[in-house]
């Protein structure tokens, strides 16, 4: 049937894509330099460290309010605004000339990152048909890891021509553009909610529109939702463990068998290109078979790989498990954003997918905790194991849960032939 794949690609490719790729090419130009350009400005070894942890905090800190500014501003106005704000934030970091402008610049882009990532969700989860949703959510996944990707080589002459801190230029570009692909690729889309009619409220009356979700408070969506919250989103939270927890223990474990950062380097590379050609199929599996059959495999294949990290000994053994990781990871591509798209409300929507994101956030900022905890008491092998026994027992869990939140049990979703479905 051609109608699914048209409208994946006409309706959503452009709009939704577009700017996310553009915008990730920014990201992957800056995400090397921060630590380089405080040690620029004079800032320790330690103090260039931390500076790599504030842009995830400032995320971390913005992602629920980040969520009822999108209800309130709409989706495109959002992507438009924080793409300029993320672009105004890398040309203050451009001209900085001390660790206090630095700082300030590296906090807002994090702050602008949690917004557009989270207003390009909730704008494909409104428009994405539910029999292609998952490809939609892991092809989303896939173009911002290919834009990562390219970022680094973007900013590489530029750096070599003008210095460390210019790599923040090509942030401002991407910013820039981004924000202009947005504003005219999404047009009025974020006026109209094609997720599903309005529900009609208890009593009778007038129905609720797309409009009244901004009136709907985030403890009312959490309230509303906390079973799922509590099941599925404690399946988010090890999702976000396990894919933290590997560029973790994967680099300290390669230093501590002998391999070079140059070797280290070469096997997250291995393991970045296994991802990035399993994005599509993932979603294939996902959109065909169900969510767990993609959810389960993936935390089954990073947390044994953890488990059997501290058996390797050597580039080739630690290049063989990163790898199958990698695997593992690219099998999940768009499982967290597909997860949260299935449970969302129409109503409060983007403050749904706000606490979402804030469930994997947990994930992501917990697994170096827990590394570094068990790491105190034992050692990294020790750590490893613990991480990868975590991961697993999610395994289980969601082979539990996610059946009966499988969308395609639900029906068909009636779809008005009079809604705007692209641009």
């Known amino acids: 049937m051609p109608a699914p794949d048209e409208f994946s690609l006409r309706g959503i490719a452009l709009p939704a894509f577009g700017p996310t790729a553009t915008w990730s090419i920014g990201v992957g130009a800056t995400i090397p330099v921060v630590a380089l350009s405080a040690r620029g400005l004079g800032a320790s070894v330690a103090v260039a460290a931390a500076f790599v942890l504030i842009e995830g905090l400032s995320a971390f800190a913005s992602s629920l309010p980040a969520g009822s500014l999108v209800a309130r501003v709409g989706e495109r106005r959002a992507l438009v605004g924080a793409a300029?704000?993320?672009?105004?934030?890398?040309?203050?970091?451009?001209?900085?000339?001390?660790?206090?402008?630095?700082?300030l610049a590296v906090a807002l882009m994090g702050t602008t990152g949690s917004v557009f990532l989270l207003a390009r969700q909730s704008w494909l989860t409104a428009r994405a048909p539910v029999h292609v949703r998952a490809r939609a959510m892991s092809t989303m996944g896939g173009v911002q890891r290919i834009g990562l990707f390219v970022g680094p080589f973007v900013a590489a002459p530029v750096i070599v021509i003008w210095g460390t801190q210019a790599a923040y230029a090509v942030a401002v570009a991407a910013g820039l553009s981004a924000a202009v692909w947005a504003w005219f690729a999404l047009?009025?889309?974020?006026?109209?909610?094609?997720?599903?009619?309005?529900?009609?409220?208890?009593?009778?009356?007038?129905?609720?529109?797309?409009?009244?979700?901004?009136?709907?408070?985030?403890?009312?969506?959490v309230r509303s939702h906390r079973r799922v919250l509590s099941t599925i989103g404690l399946g988010v939270v090890l999702i976000g463990i396990a894919r933290q927890g590997r560029f973790i223990v994967v680099p300290l474990w390669a230093e501590s068998v002998g391999v070079s950062s140059s070797g280290t380097a070469v096997i997250f590379g291995i393991a970045g290109a296994a991802e990035v050609l399993l994005f599509y199929p993932a979603g294939s599996v996902m959109d065909r078979f169900g969510r767990v059959w993609v959810a389960v495999p993936f935390l089954a294949v990073l947390g044994l790989g953890m488990v059997a990290l501290p058996l390797t000994h050597g580039f080739v053994a630690v290049a063989v498990v990163s790898t199958v990781m990698g695997v593992g990871n690219g099998l999940g591509s768009g499982i967290v954003q597909t997860l949260g798209a299935d449970a969302a409300p129409v109503a409060g929507r983007a403050q749904f997918l706000s606490v979402w994101r804030f469930l994997s956030l947990i994930g992501q900022n917990g697994a170096p905790l827990l590394v570094s905890a068990v790491t105190v008491v034992a050692s990294l092998g020790a750590a490893s194991v613990v991480l990868g026994l975590v991961v697993l027992a999610g395994a289980p869990l969601l082979a539990r849960w996610l059946p009966a939140h499988d969308p395609r049990r639900r029906g068909p979703v009636p779809v008005d032939p009079n809604e705007r479905l692209g641009p």
């Open 84 to 103: 300029v704000l993320d672009a105004l934030g890398a040309a203050l970091a451009v001209v900085a000339q001390n660790l206090w402008v630095l700082g």
């Open 187 to 221: 047009r009025d889309d974020d006026l109209a909610d094609v997720d599903a009619p309005p529900p009609m409220p208890a009593g009778g009356g007038r129905p609720r529109t797309a409009r009244s979700a901004s009136q709907v408070r985030l403890v009312d969506v």
